[in-house]
C-alpha cells in the first residue's frame, strides 16, 4: 500500500495527475564519443574539488525500456555508488546530488512516497559502503519536512559516516536553492544580525553548504539544459557541463568526458 504523503503547506500543486503514459524515445547506448579509449591524464592542479550533478533522465529512461517510472528511480539509485567511487579515485574532494527538489511535491503520492522509501533502503544498504569509501554525508534541504522513517534513515546515515575524510557527498533532498535562500535569511535574522552584518561572508556561512567550497562544475544529465534552482547562490561562477546520457546510463566513463571538457576550460572569474 502507498505510503500517505503530508506535503509541506508551501508545496507545488499536484501535476501528472493523468494515468497515460507520455510517448518517449527508444532508449539507446551511451553515445559513443562518451566512451574514453585514451587513458585519463588531467593535471590534479585542473581537477575541480567540487562536483555537483543534476540527475535527470530517470523517467524516460525507464519509459524507453518499458519499464515503470519507478523502476528508473531504482536504476538511476543504483548508479550513484559507481559514481561515488569514481569521485574518490579521482581525487575529488565533494560532490553534490541532486535528488529531490521541494518542486518534486508536485507529483503523485505514489511517486514521492516511492522516492522516500527508494531514498530509505539506499541509505541502509549504502552507508557501510560509503564508510568504507571513506565518503562522508550531508543533506541539503528542509528535513523537518520529510517523513519520520526518512529523517531516521537519515540521521543514522550521517552518523555513521561522520568520520569520512576522503569525501563528502552532499544529498540534496526537499531541496530549493530559494529555498535555501529564504532559509538563511532567516537564520541572519535569528542570529541578530544588523543590515550592515549581512554581506556575503555571512550569507555562504547561513547556507546548507556552509563551510564547503562552490561548485567548480556543474553537470546536468537528460539533454536539458537549465539549473533548476539547483545551487543558485553557490554556483555563481561553475562551469556547466550539458549531458545527452540519461542518469542511469551516466557512468564513470561519462564523468571522466566532463572532468576533461572542464580541465580545458579558462575560468576567468570576471578577470
Known amino acids: 500500500m502507498a505510503r500517505r504523503i503530508s506535503r509541506p503547506t508551501d508545496s507545488p500543486a499536484l501535476v501528472h495527475r493523468d494515468t497515460e503514459r507520455v510517448p518517449a524515445p527508444a532508449a539507446s547506448p551511451v553515445p559513443r564519443t562518451t566512451l574514453r579509449t585514451e587513458p585519463f591524464v588531467v593535471p590534479e592542479e585542473e581537477m575541480p574539488r567540487h562536483v555537483a550533478i543534476i540527475m535527470d533522465g530517470n523517467r524516460r529512461w525507464a519509459r524507453g525500456r518499458g519499464l515503470t517510472e519507478m523502476e528508473g528511480h531504482a536504476a538511476g539509485v543504483e548508479g550513484i555508488r559507481a559514481i561515488i567511487r569514481h569521485c574518490v579515485r579521482r581525487g575529488i574532494e565533494v560532490l553534490s546530488l541532486y535528488a529531490f527538489s521541494r518542486e518534486n511535491w508536485a507529483r503523485s503520492d505514489d511517486e514521492v512516497g516511492g522516492l522516500f522509501m527508494l531514498l530509505e533502503k539506499a541509505i541502509r544498504n549504502e552507508t557501510d559502503e560509503l564508510r568504507q569509501q571513506g565518503a562522508r554525508i550531508r543533506v541539503l534541504g528542509r528535513m523537518n519536512e520529510l517523513p519520520r522513517e526518512t529523517r531516521e534513515s537519515i540521521q543514522a546515515a550521517l552518523q555513521a559516516t561522520a568520520g569520512g575524510m576522503r569525501l563528502q557527498v552532499n544529498i540534496a533532498f526537499n531541496y530549493s536553492g530559494r529555498t535555501e535562500l529564504v532559509d538563511a ?87
Open 185 to 271: 535569511a532567516r537564520t541572519l535574522v535569528a542570529r541578530g544580525l544588523s543590515p550592515d552584518e549581512i554581506d556575503e561572508e555571512a550569507m555562504a556561512a547561513a547556507l546548507y553548504t556552509a563551510g564547503l567550497p562552490d561548485p567548480d562544475v556543474v553537470i546536468r544529465t537528460g539533454g536539458d539544459e537549465r539549473l533548476s534552482n539547483f545551487l543558485i547562490w553557490q554556483a555563481a561562477y561553475a562551469e556547466f557541463y550539458f549531458s545527452p546520457i540519461l542518469w542511469p546510463d551516466f557512468g564513470p566513463d561519462a564523468l571522466d568526458a566532463a572532468l576533461v571538457e572542464y580541465a580545458g576550460r579558462q575560468r576567468r572569474f570576471g578577470r
